[in-house]
């Protein structure tokens, strides 16, 4: 169990207030080394497991001769499909009904380059890792499709449920006065945390503890649960902290199956942490995706249709879907549109979720292409967008609960200094370096899942906070001592928070930017009722300082009672525990709807994503939105770019900690500029490998890419999205960021380069 | 294993006696055998900087060091910056003023880096700090504050 404490005092009294810019309450543990993250723990007895993987992208394993593995010294088992233990297949995340068929983490059948074939088990990790160097493996190789650029991987196949459309789209594009058309590509991109993935997985009887950086350690819990025929509560997930995530922690993987496997069979805990390279096939991060796109326009540039169609990447064997139209769909006022989606299958990993899959790739699509039309019908970028402003969302014909984004495109826009830009490519120009100018949005939904947390008030006045909830770096610590400390009317400091842990009470998917509005929302009610409860006590209870007052109601700030006819009199709160003989007030609440609240619905809400709503669920439609203006600079003779200065603004709402809120969406600009300059999954066309599997050939910014960044907020509290009125954070920041420095680019060359990353190739 | 190696290592001022076999990194030797977790094993082939603590007073990566290579040599860790209970080091105060962090996972790198970076007299300009902090990878993204409270933490340091 970790606890996180607020005892160190910082900032103003009123940072500890929900909105106030409170330092991190985890932060003292990460600067000192004391934070405990998973896969630093050491039960007694705990062996190593390491991973062998498939070297070849397609075909089957014939032979595995673990011989030699079997004989070097620490070695305790070395599984292979023919010994590991076997267990069942686990309801998806969907919440579909499993097959009844076993589920095989290590293969047989391959269908990708890194595919897990056997793990060796010894006493020391040096021992396992040389111990896996000595698995020979005998395969039967068919040649691969290695990915959607190879054409035997032809067109895919259509995902019906993605289409989009209304009015006639291509009627209206055959006569529109101006039509351009292009296509969008974006390479494979990968999650990249720093702290790598892995598990320590303990079996004690029939109860299995998991030490394992998790998401979601509801939804992981029950797949693990399945796995082996044990019940839900038997299985034990701690993820205290979280070394990022970004979308690739959030759901069981093979190698979590093959650790516990292991670690039945050798009844010994087993720690399976895998390698960087491994993290580039071990799961998936965003599929590569093409779009094409035609924009049919009238002369002055307001938008008559949009055709898109569009495609990613899946594995041979599963069904991966980038929704490449979410941003389309939305962004403009189009009385005609067509949306739809492909997936090919190639010899990949299934992919997985990457900080605002769809919504990325998709705001790469439309935001350079209305940038292209703003240049054909000869008109500022910037105006291009206010012309073809939608009003209302276009595609589910309702009303925006929020959309702050033409205060968005002002405040950004004045703070950048967008005036100054010269209107003609290849016209500002410093030296050798030439400069441009770009700009464009991006959007996140709001997505909602009710949420459940445990508030109590103990009898030293310490209000403690419970969630199975996790904090990989959003701050959900923080702003959960903070809903606390606002509703109850405590210091911020009084307030302790428990997280990561399955045994404290239910949370969703931390995905999909939620869990900051349905935690705090959650948080909230409970710690509202807790209040109640203890002001119920303080005027109640016969031994109560307050007794004799015979008040109505009682208020509490500071941590201090006191009754509206007596001000001046006010008690602590853990004096009136004393006095009442009370150890604790507890309130366990969740923001189910009465529907929802049996046992079998409680469960499958926090372990499966069946009960999420769509952004347009309701009476309006719930979106986050930001623009980005950007600089950038490029070497003439060279054709490397830099971003020299940017300037985002941004609406998500009401901000529950505008410090932290601001390093996420920072993080997500910064991640954006990777996207747009550096990050690209190199695949070997001949045989299906990732070529860049590691952080010295896959680029991602450092500290010497990144260029001071202004971020403005221009949201304001809306309450149809949250209980709070917070609306999508994380995810939001990054869309919208690999088009804007596209679009500086063009401006900057006259080039545009529609296939990402922008390399200096694609400008000399 | 037989091939043990008997070895004695000054960690944060304090003597440890080991027995590792040989190859043993000092990052595993730090985490696995003398439980100082605080310092990363990010990517274990010298790429991240996760792993950077401090030998002799020069910031390392000790993913690429054997813990053998150590005997002898004063090594400190994020654990051995400042003493548990006492104050912070002016760049740990920064980090956390400035909110230099997400996740935290990269964070005894980046200070350890950062402490460095400062006493090598490498943190004279916004653009020097970014370049000589670039041996440390954040995904999370927190550069911009990484450089602010370098910037920082030099004037109290210096």
């Not at chain 1, 990993?349 to 703003?374: H, M, Q, T, W, Y």
């Not at chain 1, 010497?704 to 709070?724: C, F, K, Q």
């Amino acid at each position: 169990m970790t606890i996180v404490d607020t005892k160190m005092k910082r900032g103003d009294a009123s940072d500890g207030l929900l909105g106030g810019r409170l330092a991190r309450i985890d932060g003292p543990a990460k600067i000192t080394g004391a934070a405990d993250y998973a896969m630093e723990h050491s039960p007694e007895g705990m062996v190593y497991a390491v991973i062998v993987d498939s070297t070849i992208a397609s075909g089957r394993v014939v032979a595995i001769d673990t011989s030699a593995a079997e004989a070097y010294p620490g070695v305790l088992v070395v599984l292979t499909p023919d010994n590991a233990l076997p267990i069942k297949t686990a309801t998806d995340w969907t919440g579909a009904p499993p097959p009844a068929v076993p589920y095989e983490p290590l293969a047989r059948e391959i269908t990708f380059a890194g595919q897990h074939i056997a793990a060796v088990i010894a006493e020391t990790f040096e021992q396992a890792t040389a111990a896996a160097a000595l698995v020979k493996v005998t395969y039967e190789e068919t040649a691969p499709i290695s990915s959607f650029d190879d054409p035997r991987s032809g067109e895919g196949y259509p995902i019906d449920m993605m289409t989009k459309e209304w009015g006639d789209a291509d009627a209206a594009l055959a006569i529109a006065p101006v039509r351009i058309e292009q296509e969008y590509k974006t390479p494979r991109e990968y999650n990249v945390p720093i702290e790598p993935h892995g598990l320590i997985a303990h079996w004690e009887g029939d109860m299995l503890t998991l030490w394992e950086p998790s998401q979601w350690i509801d939804g992981m819990s029950r797949t693990y649960a399945e796995w082996f025929s044990i019940p839900f509560e038997n299985v034990r997930m701690l993820s205290p902290y979280i070394g990022g995530g970004f979308g690739s922690k959030a759901l069981p993987t093979r190698y979590g199956a093959v650790a516990a496997i292991a670690a039945k069979m050798l009844d010994r805990p087993v720690k399976l942490a895998i390698t960087r390279p491994q993290t580039f096939t071990a799961f998936g991060g965003r599929p590569a995706t093409r779009q094409t796109i035609a924009l049919g326009a009238t002369r002055e540039g307001k938008l008559l249709s949009i055709v898109h169609r569009s495609a990613n990447e899946t594995s041979m064997d599963d069904v991966a879907i980038e929704p490449l139209g979410s941003v389309t769909s939305i962004m403009y006022a189009v009385p005609n549109f067509s949306s739809r989606q492909n997936i090919v299958p190639v010899n990949t990993v299934k992919p997985g979720a990457l900080r605002a899959p769809g919504e990325n790739p998709s705001a790469f699509g439309i935001e350079c292409a209305i940038d292209e039309l703003a240049y054909e019908v000869g008109i500022d970028p910037l105006d291009i967008r206010l012309l073809n402003y939608a009003e209302e969302d276009p595609h589910a014909k309702k009303p925006w609960s929020t959309r702050r984004l033409r205060e968005a495109y002002a405040a950004g826009a004045e703070a950048f200094g967008w005036a100054k830009r010269s209107p003609s490519v290849r016209s500002m120009r410093e030296g050798k370096q030439l400069i441009g100018y770009g700009v464009a949005a991006g959007t996140y939904p709001v997505r909602r899942t009710p949420g459940e947390a445990m508030v109590r008030i103990l009898s030293n006045g310490t209000i403690e906070v419970a969630s199975s909830g996790i904090d990989m770096g959003q701050g959900t610590y923080t702003i959960l001592a903070q809903t606390a400390a606002e509703a109850i009317g405590v210091p911020v400091e009084t307030v302790v928070v428990k997280l990561g842990d399955s045994s404290l009470p239910r949370a969703p998917v931390a995905g999909g930017s939620q869990l900051a509005n349905l935690m705090t929302g959650a948080v909230h009610v409970a710690a509202l009722a807790a209040r109640d409860e203890l002001i119920g006590l303080a005027i109640n209870d016969p031994n109560s300082p307050f007794r004799d007052l015979q008040a109505n109601t009682l208020t509490i700030e500071g941590g201090q009672m006191s009754s509206p006819r007596d001000a001046g009199s006010s008690v602590a709160i853990a004096e009136v525990m004393r006095r009442t003989g009370r150890n604790s007030i507890e309130a366990l609440r969740n923001t189910l709807p009465e529907n929802l609240r049996n046992k079998d619905d409680h469960f499958r809400n926090f372990t499966t994503i069946s009960t999420m709503l769509s952004p347009t669920e309701g009476d309006y439609s719930m979106h986050s939105w930001c623009v980005h203006f950007v600089e950038v600079r490029v070497d003439v003779d060279f054709g490397t770019v830099r971003v020299s200065r940017m300037v985002s603004a941004l609406d998500s709402g009401r901000l529950y900690n505008p410090k932290l809120a601001e390093s996420q969406w920072k993080g997500g600009i910064i991640m954006g500029i990777g996207q747009a300059l550096l990050e690209e999954g190199l695949v070997d066309q001949r045989n299906g490998h990732v070529m860049n599997n590691n952080l010295g050939d896959y680029l991602v910014p450092t500290n010497a890419d990144i260029p001071h960044l202004e971020v403005i907020s221009v949201g304001i509290p809306d309450t149809n999205a949250s209980i709070l009125g917070g609306k999508a954070v994380g995810e939001l920041a990054i869309v919208g960021v690999a088009p804007a420095i596209a679009n500086a680019v063009y401006h900057a060359t006259g080039i545009r380069v529609r296939d990402l990353p922008i390399t200096l190739e694609k400008l000399i | 294993m037989s091939n043990q190696t008997t070895i004695n290592l000054e960690i944060n001022g304090q003597a440890h006696t080991l027995a590792v076999e040989p190859r043993v990194t000092l990052l595993d030797a730090l985490r696995d055998h003398l439980e100082l977790t605080g310092t990363k094993k990010g990517c274990d082939q010298g790429q991240c900087g996760a792993c950077t603590v401090h030998v002799d007073g020069e910031r390392v990566l000790s993913c690429l060091t054997l813990a053998v290579q150590v005997e002898g040599r004063a090594v400190t860790t994020i654990e051995g910056l400042s003493d548990p209970g006492a104050e912070l080091h002016p760049v740990q105060s920064a980090f956390l003023e400035h909110d230099a962090f997400q996740c935290g996972y990269c964070t005894p790198g980046q200070i350890m880096s950062a402490v460095s970076c400062i006493r090598e007299g490498h943190a004279g300009s916004d653009d020097e700090i970014r370049e000589y902090m670039s041996g440390n990878l954040c995904r999370c993204g927190a550069y911009p504050h990484i450089v602010e409270a370098v910037r920082e933490a030099a004037k109290v340091m210096s």
